[in-house]
């Protein structure tokens, strides 16, 4: 919840002017570069070009989902005169054809207001700056749930053509809209309080309590952790048959108010956010069922005795395995999480089923599912120190079913005799990741996607076919229906390079990266890519771009469609380099441990062999060499400039980083670096605070003056100590921007400005 006070544009002006003046570093608002074009510069790709419409990487369908009965895959697509507005489209599995089925401009009011929650989901989902249709909910075969401009509508699919029925009209932002499983009813989330309409008669009932924003209390919402660190954004579920919903009731009174300035061009709002920084109380999260045929709400007891006050017990997933409830649920130390099962039969008292335990801390796992023509339990765990699939079968234990130094990435079902088991992995590379299927009864998996391009991939409901999404580096996404075994159906959307490809143009100076390995100090691979200019020569030196993020959970370095960006780098005369370093993602737990109880140190080190690699290859100039990242990169390209030894780096970008951990959410920091008060020396060591005094690189700092995530507190305490210090710095703020910055307009702005400054320090005297 938050509170919102909203001061007069005089005033803010006023706050502007004075938070501008008190900076010392070198602003520059919107500079255009001035660095002589050299040999290695070959640009033909405007700046401007890489925000505009159409997208270069062609039309990429998104949010792809099977109709319940198969027979279509729907999708949300750019337009064309608009990349940043969805519409929403169908694909006929039978005929092949692909139609538009809602114009969300003919829908979407020009002026509507976007609610304080909905900005933060929509933050949280990485959605923040789209416009148009963004999530949509399938109903019964032919029927679609979309909410649009803070309405909800229904559209029902008949022979001549989509027909819609506008379900609510209010004033109130109606959000996290779904259709009831078995197509009774619609519920949706409006002014923090849980409602459902039933289709059949159009009837609305509030299905909680009011909300209260005073007390902080809310009824089927997502807290902050949940929604940014545990990817559930919804805090309600419908049971198969419709007969139950489980709800949560979050208490958000106990977290700390971080007030927080949302500093927009012509006013400041004071945002008085409830942030539940490291070491400090989390929101108190109680979960209830309500039988939708009587009414009755029962209180479902999901926290563990012994596991602490009920501020630092998580609510990581609620599921439904038929009659059953299951939720997922781990302790604040994150190294013990258990599975619990209930019916209605049982009164919803929850029984432990699964305990899974580890030493440092446990990623969070999907779902565990009962299959019950094979008699099997499944779900994926990292026992062995690699995700895997294990299954159970009735009273055993559990056992591995697939194994191996590789990591699965996540189940997606099995056939339906339930022989196999569909899932995405690493196996062949952890460069790609590819579909595969493994016998339940034990044996070796079988990869299904074609090998030179990494997959993700939706299954259909009956596990005969299969959307595929994949690229590679010369290709960009394209998503094709498939049949189990691999084989090509039709394309949904084939985004060939070919003449018309909004990229063609540009295509003869395209160039892809190459990829090796290095090794940690610990022994450990680290995998690596480069990418040339297009006009390389093996005997001139160039400048490089090392590009880092470097944090848990993101992998960098695959065989994928990159950012265009990388193409205008190129084309500027650079090298671009990225490496994985220990800590990142899909590469198993002993890669990630590193890090456990001290950030900025094995990452670092890593980044440094890369350095040290790119130094001794006779194409680089080392006295050229810039660092950039953004988020935790932010915080890596900070730490790295820091701790490399001087002169490492000719210049370091640092966009919206973590500067102390101790700023940071209490779910992500203390899963890697316990609580401050019981790690008051990793806290210190992981900081950039005791290291500033090393700060001779040429430094950009850039952020967002809304940042709900990484506040902006991280950059002003790093101004007023570099300020103390007499450090120069330059800076680049965003009035109204939270952690990414949005839209066309800014998009420039923000790469004009990190290529001025690169070019101002690595091509002023070349």
């Not at 009774?184 to 849980?194: G, H, M, P, T």
Request: proline share 5%; hydrophobic share 35%.
């Amino acid at each position: 919840m938050t509170l919102i006070r909203t001061f007069v544009p005089a005033l803010a002006l006023i706050l502007t002017a004075c938070a501008v003046a008190a900076f010392s570093g070198l602003i520059r608002a919107d500079a255009q570069t001035d660095a002589p074009e050299t040999a290695n510069t070959v640009n033909d790709l405007p700046l401007e070009r890489l925000f505009q419409s159409p997208s270069l990487s062609g039309p990429t369908p998104r949010a792809l989902k099977f109709s319940p009965d198969g027979t279509k895959v729907s999708f949300l697509k750019p337009r064309e005169d608009d990349a940043s507005r969805l519409d929403l489209w169908a694909f006929d599995v039978a005929t092949g054809e692909a139609s538009l089925l809602v114009d969300s401009t003919l829908l979407e009011p020009d002026d509507f207001v976007l609610s304080e929650q909905e900005k933060a989901l929509r933050e949280r989902q990485r959605t923040a700056g789209q416009k148009g249709i963004l999530r949509y909910d399938w109903g019964s075969a032919e029927t679609i749930l979309v909410p649009l401009g803070g309405d909800l509508h229904l559209i029902t699919l008949t022979e001549t053509g989509p027909e819609t029925r506008q379900l609510t009209a209010t004033d109130a932002f109606e959000f996290d809209a779904k259709v009831s499983p078995g197509g009774k009813y619609v519920s949706f989330i409006r002014d923090n309080a849980l409602f459902a309409i039933e289709l059949e008669t159009g009837q609305e009932a509030q299905l909680t309590p009011d909300a209260n924003p005073g007390a902080a209390i809310s009824y089927g919402v997502a807290e902050f952790v949940a929604q940014e660190e545990m990817s559930r954004y919804t805090g309600y579920w419908w049971s198969p048959d419709d007969r139950y919903i489980a709800y949560t009731r979050v208490d958000e009174s106990t977290v700390d108010i971080v007030p927080r300035f949302d500093i927009a061009a012509d006013k400041v709002t004071v945002i008085e956010q409830r942030y539940p920084r490291a070491g400090r109380p989390n929101a108190v999260v109680d979960l209830f069922v309500r039988d939708m045929t009587t009414g009755e709400a029962t209180e479902v007891s999901w926290r563990r005795e012994g596991w602490g006050p009920a501020t630092d017990q998580y609510l990581n997933v609620v599921d439904w395995n038929g009659d059953f409830l299951t939720i997922q649920a781990m302790n604040r130390d994150q190294t013990q999480m258990k599975y619990l099962s209930s019916t209605a039969e049982g009164g919803w008292a929850l029984a432990d089923y699964i305990t899974i335990e580890q030493p440092n801390w446990i990623n969070l796992s999907g779902r565990y599912r009962y299959l019950g023509r094979a008699e099997q339990s499944i779900m994926t765990r990292e026992d062995s120190g690699y995700r895997h699939i294990w299954v159970k079968s009735g009273d055993d234990d559990w056992s591995q079913l697939t194994s191996g130094d590789w990591v699965v990435d996540a189940r997606l079902g099995t056939d339906v005799a339930e022989t196999l088991t569909y899932f995405t992995g690493y196996k062949d590379t952890p460069l790609e990741r590819h579909l595969y299927s493994v016998p339940l009864s034990g044996g070796e998996p079988t990869r299904i996607t074609e090998e030179g391009s990494s997959w993700s991939v939706t299954m259909a409901p009956d596990g005969q076919s299969f959307i595929g999404t994949s690229s590679n580096p010369n290709q960009p996404p394209q998503v094709g229906l498939y049949r189990a075994d691999g084989k090509l159906i039709t394309w949904i959307e084939e985004n060939a390079l070919d003449d018309d490809h909004p990229y063609a143009p540009y295509l003869e100076k395209h160039t892809a990266p190459e990829f090796g390995t290095l090794t940690a100090e610990d022994g450990q691979t680290l995998h690596y890519s480069i990418q040339f200019p297009p006009n390389f020569e093996s005997r001139e030196q160039y400048p490089v771009v090392v590009d880092v993020y470097g944090g848990p959970g993101v992998q960098r370095v695959a065989n994928s469609w990159r950012s265009l960006q990388d193409q205008y780098l190129t084309r500027e005369g650079y090298i671009v380099f990225r490496l994985d370093n220990r800590g990142t993602a899909n590469r198993g737990k002993a890669f990630e441990d590193v890090i456990f109880r001290q950030t900025g140190d094995a990452e670092v080190a890593d980044q440094l062999v890369g350095i040290e690699w790119l130094k001794e290859q006779d194409f680089v100039d080392a006295d050229r060499i810039a660092i950039q990242g953004w988020s935790y990169g932010g915080y890596m390209t900070l730490m790295t400039t820091l701790k490399a030894p001087q002169g490492t780096f000719a210049a370091a970008v640092s966009g919206a980083p973590v500067t102390d951990w101790s700023l940071y959410d209490t779910f992500y920091t203390e899963r890697y670096m316990d609580t401050p008060e019981d790690n008051p020396e990793g806290y210190e060591a992981s900081s950039v605070f005791p290291y500033l005094d090393n700060l001779s690189t040429p430094l950009l700092l850039i952020h967002g003056m809304a940042d709900d995530n990484v506040i902006f507190e991280n950059s002003t305490s790093l101004m007023a100590e570099l300020q103390q210090k007499g450090k120069v710095f330059d800076l680049m703020t965003y009035p109204g921007q939270r952690h990414g910055i949005r839209g066309e307009v800014l998009g420039i702005h923000l790469m004009r400005t990190r290529m001025e400054f690169l070019d101002r320090h690595l091509k002023a005297d070349h």
